[in-house]
Each structure stands twice: as structure tokens, then as C-alpha cells.
């Protein structure tokens, strides 16, 4: 397509990237899930509760599948170590949530075009970019805490479930696996917004929202008396 001005009649929003549209999508259910991590953080860490480790693996052993039984018993200790933590994690918290919902708002605007929305999405991923990083480091000792607390309670799980000569043991209660885990979910974190990036910095991206203001204008005018 293009990066030329529309001709007079031609929809500007017809210019729209179909990668725009992709990656704003990202950006949004990005905003979503990070909006939702905080606020679920700051509303744990307001009820003043700090689980019991061992009423924690006494729960998990009680769970119908073993690795969602894993799994209770890592959200458990994740809570507890924040709690613990909780003049880090409570700030960590609510700056997630807020800065989440920038991409939320910042996704919206650049899908529609509005103006000045690539600016404001650009800066809203960079404090995003930078607040993943920080806080990845902040919450270095509790992280290692709960995955600490998850290894010595030992045992492992086959993930297909068969327990024959062909399963594939992998051991969610390892050390390395969640540090490999907490690792991929920053670069996945990171990916996600870099590539929202690079979407709005694309010349089409940019014809595309400078058509749309062109438009806006020209309607203004025609408004005018």
C-alpha cells in the first residue's frame, strides 16, 4: 500500500495497517493481563493474609490433577513471599496496574487513528519497558523465595500424565524451571511491546495517522461558519 495522501473521498482510516491492527491487539490484551496481575497483587496484599506453607502443600495434595496441584502450591507461596515482601510488592503492584492500563488506552487511541495516539502509545510502551525490567530486578528475593520454598517441597510430575516408558518428565517443583519460566515471561513481556514499536514507527503507520488528522481537520473546516 501506499504511504501517499488519499485522495479527496477516500476514507483515511482505509489506510490503516493490518499489522497495526495486529500488534495494537497484542498491546491491548498485553494492558488486559498486566491491569489485571496488579490489581490482583494490591487486592491480596490490602487483605493483610499470608498463606501457610504447609496448609499450602497439604492443599496441593488434595488437588484432582498433580500439576494443577503444583500450581496451587506455587500461587501460594507467590503470595506469601509478596506478602512478606510487602513494601516492595505493593508498590510494584499498583505501578503495574497503572502503567497497564496506559497500553489499554494507548492500543485504543492507535488502532483509531487518534491524533497525537503514536506519540503517547511510544512513550506509554517505553515507561511499560522500563517499569518490566525494574521491577524484574526489585523482585529478585522474592522470586527466589517462593521458588525456594517450591523446591524443597520436591516431587515432580509427568506432564502427558501416562507415567510410561515414553512420558516426558519434566519437574515443576525444580529450581531452574521457574527461574526459566519468570526469565521467559519477561522476554515474552518485552517482545510484545517491542514489536508494538516497531509497528508504530512504520511508515505506513505513520501516513496512516497522518491522513487521519488531515481528515479531522478538513472536517473541522467544513464545520466552521
Known amino acids: 500500500m501506499s504511504t501517499k495522501s488519499p485522495a479527496p473521498g477516500e476514507r483515511p482510516r482505509s489506510l490503516r495497517p493490518w499489522f497495526l491492527v495486529a500488534a495494537m491487539v497484542l498491546l491491548w490484551l498485553a ?25 499450602a502443600i497439604e492443599a496441593s495434595k488434595g488437588a484432582p490433577d ?16 509478596q506478602a512478606v515482601a510487602r513494601r516492595t510488592t505493593l508498590p510494584l503492584g499498583i505501578g503495574r496496574a497503572m502503567l497497564s492500563m496506559l497500553l489499554v488506552t494507548a492500543a485504543a487511541m492507535a ?12 512513550q506509554a510502551i517505553g515507561a511499560n519497558a522500563a517499569f518490566a525490567v525494574a521491577s ?54 518485552l517482545s510484545v511491546l ?9 511508515r505506513r503507520t505513520r501516513a496512516f495517522t497522518e491522513a487521519v488528522a488531515r481528515g479531522e481537520e478538513r472536517l473541522e473546516r467544513e464545520d466552521e461558519p
Open 31 to 55: 494492558g488486559v493481563q498486566g491491569t489485571m496481575s496488579g490489581c490482583h497483587t494490591v487486592s491480596v496484599l490490602r487483605q493483610g493474609s499470608m498463606p501457610d506453607e504447609t496448609a
Open 66 to 81: 498433580p500439576v494443577q496441584g503444583v500450581l496451587v502450591l506455587r500461587d501460594a507461596l507467590e503470595q506469601r513471599a
Open 111 to 122: 488502532i483509531a487513528g487518534r491524533p497525537g495516539s503514536r506519540s503517547f502509545a511510544l
Open 136 to 189: 524484574y530486578v526489585l523482585s529478585g528475593e522474592v522470586r527466589a523465595a517462593w521458588i525456594d520454598a517450591l523446591a524443597r517441597s520436591g516431587g515432580s510430575v509427568e506432564l502427558d500424565g501416562s507415567g510410561g516408558a515414553g512420558a516426558s518428565p519434566i519437574d515443576l517443583r525444580s529450581a531452574s524451571f521457574w527461574y526459566l519460566y519468570c526469565r521467559t515471561a519477561l522476554f515474552v513481556e
Open 194 to 202: 517491542a514489536v508494538a514499536s516497531a509497528a508504530l514507527l512504520s
